[in-house]
């Protein structure tokens, strides 16, 4: 699924900021300023799907900025964001209320431009950790190929399994655009006291009014929709992060190919424990191995046998919870799903794993 988590909007009014200021008391009469004086102040509202309102006076002018959450209309969490074109209007035209109210203003969704915007695409998943070695190799592809500004990484352990488990990351692609990737069902039950069973693997774009400028030729709230972002932005920002995966891929076959040069059947497995960060999955071995042996198909065909052996041991021991079985057609819905790229996955021990758009 794609559609809208959290944003900022703001408009310019013709209004003195003092106004606005005892307006939101008025219409908020228990929540405190950040700063209890002066025409440029903060609210914490955090009360339905409104996180904060801000008021400014620059220029002769006062800009209000709300900042808020599509997910959260009408929904106790933001477990899932808002594909809904109709509701998202519904959630802007409360917005325009809001603002009518407290600064005594005609005003319409017209008026209001965009601060930034979350879009996301989310899948239910069984496991979050079988991505392990896909989230790990999209990170090292953003890692080499994008210098902007280093992403955060993050894990946790389980003292249970014994393992170390990557739990996603944010990153800053360019100053207009950062990505996060993560589990949002573990994200929502650390809050929720009600805690839901599952996993449910998350990429949030945080755009600037800068890119949606870019992009969509405008930035104001009523001449953006949904499908306009999917087909204007995601189509276009995906294909670049699929690219910098595809290339990380790549350069891991490339490495293994390298290392397994001439292998032997007493080799295999400590060449398998040192490469095991650069291998997507048993298939990708199993390619290498064939490709590169030097003996019979049968005696091949043994280590190939050997290769699922040992891969298995590392994966149950590694210390790191990964899953190497599997992926390629996890990549594929990875690609499909959450990147919103159309291209199939195609790999087999004579051939080489390459991508097909379609």
Same mark, same amino acid.
Request: with cysteine.
């Given at each position: 699924?794609?559609?809208?988590?959290?944003?900022?909007?703001?408009?310019?009014?013709?209004?003195?900021?003092?106004?606005?200021?005892?307006?939101?008391?008025?219409?908020?009469? *228990?929540?405190?300023?950040?700063?209890?004086?002066?025409?440029?102040?903060?609210?914490?509202?955090?009360?339905?799907?409104?996180?904060?309102?801000?008021? %400014?006076?620059?220029?002769?002018?006062?800009?209000?900025?709300?900042?808020?959450?599509?997910?959260?209309?009408?929904?106790?969490?933001?477990?899932?964001?808002?594909?809904?074109?109709?509701?998202?209007?519904?959630?802007?035209?409360?917005?325009?209320?809001?603002? %009518?109210?407290?600064?005594?203003?005609?005003?319409?969704?017209?008026?209001?431009?965009?601060?930034?915007?979350?879009?996301?695409?989310?899948?239910?998943?069984?496991?979050?950790?079988?991505? *392990?070695?896909?989230?790990?190799?999209?990170?090292?592809?953003?890692?080499?190929?994008?210098?902007?500004?280093?992403?955060?990484?993050?894990?946790?352990?389980?003292?249970?399994?014994?393992?170390?488990?990557?739990?996603?990351?944010?990153?800053?692609?360019?100053?207009?655009?950062?990505?996060?990737?993560?589990?949002?069902?573990?994200? *929502?039950?650390?809050?929720?006291?009600?805690?839901?069973?599952?996993?449910?693997?998350?990429?949030?774009?945080?755009?600037?009014?800068?890119?949606?400028?870019?992009?969509?030729?405008?930035?104001?709230?009523?001449?953006?929709?949904?499908?306009?972002?999917?087909?204007?932005?995601?189509?276009?920002?995906?294909?670049?992060?699929?690219?910098?995966?595809?290339?990380?891929?790549?350069?891991?076959?490339?490495?293994?190919?390298?290392?397994?040069?001439?292998?032997?059947?007493?080799?295999?497995?400590?060449?398998?424990?040192?490469?095991?960060?650069?291998?997507?999955?048993?298939?990708?071995?199993?390619?290498?191995?064939?490709?590169?042996?030097?003996?019979?198909?049968?005696?091949?065909?043994?280590?190939?046998?050997?290769?699922?052996?040992?891969?298995?041991?590392?994966?149950?021991?590694?210390?790191?919870?990964?899953?190497?079985?599997?992926?390629?057609?996890?990549?594929?819905?990875?690609?499909?799903?959450?990147?919103?790229?159309?291209?199939?996955?195609?790999?087999?021990?004579?051939?080489?794993? *390459?991508?097909?758009?379609?």
């Amino acid at each position: 699924m794609v559609g809208l988590d959290r944003a900022a909007v703001w408009v310019q009014l013709e209004v003195d900021a003092e106004l606005a200021i005892l307006g939101i008391r008025k219409k908020f009469p *228990h929540i405190k300023a950040k700063k209890l004086t002066g025409n440029t102040q903060t609210f914490k509202i955090n009360k339905d799907n409104i996180n904060e309102i801000r008021v %400014k006076e620059k220029a002769g002018k006062t800009l209000i900025k709300i900042d808020f959450s599509y997910s959260k209309y009408k929904r106790e969490d933001n477990l899932y964001p808002l594909e809904d074109e109709k509701i998202k209007i519904l959630v802007e035209e409360e917005l325009v209320n809001i603002v %009518k109210e407290i600064a005594l203003v005609k005003v319409n969704r017209n008026n209001f431009k965009y601060e930034y915007l979350e879009v996301c695409s989310q899948e239910d998943i069984k496991s979050f950790s079988q991505f *392990h070695n896909i989230i790990s190799a999209f990170y090292r592809g953003l890692k080499r190929n994008v210098s902007y500004q280093d992403g955060i990484r993050f894990e946790n352990y389980n003292s249970n399994l014994d393992f170390y488990y990557n739990t996603g990351f944010i990153y800053q692609v360019n100053r207009g655009w950062k990505i996060r990737l993560y589990n949002k069902i573990l994200e *929502h039950n650390k809050k929720a006291a009600e805690k839901i069973v599952g996993n449910s693997i998350r990429l949030e774009h945080r755009l600037t009014t800068t890119v949606l400028a870019y992009f969509c030729k405008s930035a104001k709230i009523s001449e953006i929709t949904i499908k306009t972002l999917k087909e204007k932005i995601l189509n276009d920002i995906g294909l670049k992060l699929f690219k910098y995966l595809e290339s990380e891929i790549q350069r891991d076959i490339d490495l293994l190919e390298e290392k397994f040069k001439d292998y032997t059947s007493r080799s295999l497995s400590s060449l398998i424990r040192d490469s095991q960060e650069h291998i997507l999955d048993m298939e990708v071995v199993n390619y290498i191995v064939t490709s590169l042996g030097k003996t019979s198909e049968r005696q091949i065909k043994r280590y190939r046998q050997k290769v699922k052996e040992i891969l298995k041991e590392y994966q149950e021991n590694n210390g790191i919870k990964r899953c190497n079985f599997g992926n390629v057609e996890r990549l594929e819905f990875f690609i499909k799903k959450i990147l919103c790229c159309n291209i199939k996955v195609k790999i087999n021990n004579r051939e080489r794993l *390459h991508f097909i758009s379609y």
